[in-house]
């Protein structure tokens, strides 16, 4: 029978194999996660201080952005410092914050990306009825089930991974920690952290999915039979920037979860960056690119700036 040892420490994999590449990767990790920090910053200001874009629809759009924020900040924090000094270790208790907060934010988006393709799909499918349906009010009451649920699921993912024991390899196959790396590491009982996934976690995912899936086939219905051009490119305009936000966090989600596991993990952490990082990173980017009404907030908070 192995000896069962709680470590204190695990250590972390590089980006790449290669040293000399780390110091060109530690700048584009760097540059990647200031300007998805800018960029999803600047969405929650706007959102909070125009009055045009405080409506549902926005009012996602700013938790959205604060979601990216902090999945991108869980794991740069630490992998820049890693990059910089060249120190791969990282503390149990700093591996089970990551484990919560990324877990947290995660879990949340699923959800919330629900919400936003339904408020899609009524704005888009009953019209008339959008404001009796939708209100501010609703929309802080979901937004605030989403943030709280999603914590207590993910606190019960810490507390259940706390009580793992790690026996041989404490080497963690990615670039920061999470619940499943942990738990194909763990040499004691992990029944209950199953338990945890595939009663809680999955089903609700899959509700997540059903909600945003169903929501956009509702969606493209109504828009093929909308006549004129004028009407359907605006119905598109109103929810593309949207659908592909979820385009990317699915995919990314189910490559960074389901793809096959390789002997040098190269795949995993690519899909990992771009999960972490460049997804962030773009979501601004799509919405203020494919959004006119955020455009043209951006253009007002300018003119302010230059007034003054």
């Known amino acids: ?21 780390q110091f060109l990767l530690f700048i584009f990790i760097v540059f990647i996660y ?32 604060v979601l990216d924020i902090g999945t991108s900040s869980v794991s740069a924090s630490h992998l820049s410092y890693d990059m910089f000094t060249g120190n791969r270790l990282i503390l149990y208790s700093t591996c089970l914050a990551q484990v919560f907060f990324f877990s947290w934010f995660v879990s949340t988006e699923f959800f919330l990306l629900a919400v936003m393709s339904y408020d899609r799909y009524v704005a888009i499918c009953h019209p008339l009825h959008y404001t009796t349906k939708i209100s501010i009010s609703l929309c802080v009451q979901l937004a605030s089930m989403v ?36 738990i194909e590491l763990s040499c004691s009982d992990t029944y209950l952290n199953y338990i945890l ?3 809680v976690g999955v089903p609700f995912a899959l509700i997540a999915f059903l909600t945003t899936f169903l929501s ?8 093929l039979v909308i006549k004129t051009k004028e009407s359907k490119w605006k119905a598109y305009s109103t929810c593309s920037s949207h659908l592909t936000v979820v385009f990317m966090f ?16 190269f795949i995993g952490r690519l899909v990992s960056v771009f999960y972490t990082f460049l997804t962030p990173f773009l979501n601004p ?21 230059i007034r003054k």
């Open 1 to 21: 029978m192995r000896n069962q040892t709680f470590h204190f420490e695990f250590t972390l994999l590089d980006l790449s194999d290669l040293r000399e590449s």
């Open 34 to 65: 200031l300007v998805a920090l800018a960029g999803n910053l600047l969405i929650i200001v706007l959102v909070a201080s125009d009055s045009h874009l405080q409506t549902p629809m926005y009012f996602f759009l700013g938790n959205l952005s």
């Open 147 to 182: 943030w709280i649920f999603s914590s207590a699921y993910s606190l019960m993912h810490t507390i259940y991974t706390q009580r793992l024991a790690f026996c041989d390899s404490t080497t963690i196959p990615g670039f920061f920690c999470e619940i499943y790396q942990l």
């Open 197 to 199: 996934i595939f009663v």
């Open 216 to 223: 956009y086939v509702y969606i493209l219905k109504t828009i």
């Open 250 to 265: 699915y995919v990314t989600t189910f490559f960074n979860y389901i793809q096959p596991k390789t002997e040098n993990y």
């Open 285 to 305: 980017v799509i919405y203020s690119l494919r959004n006119s009404v955020l455009k043209e907030a951006v253009g007002r908070a300018l003119l302010k700036v």
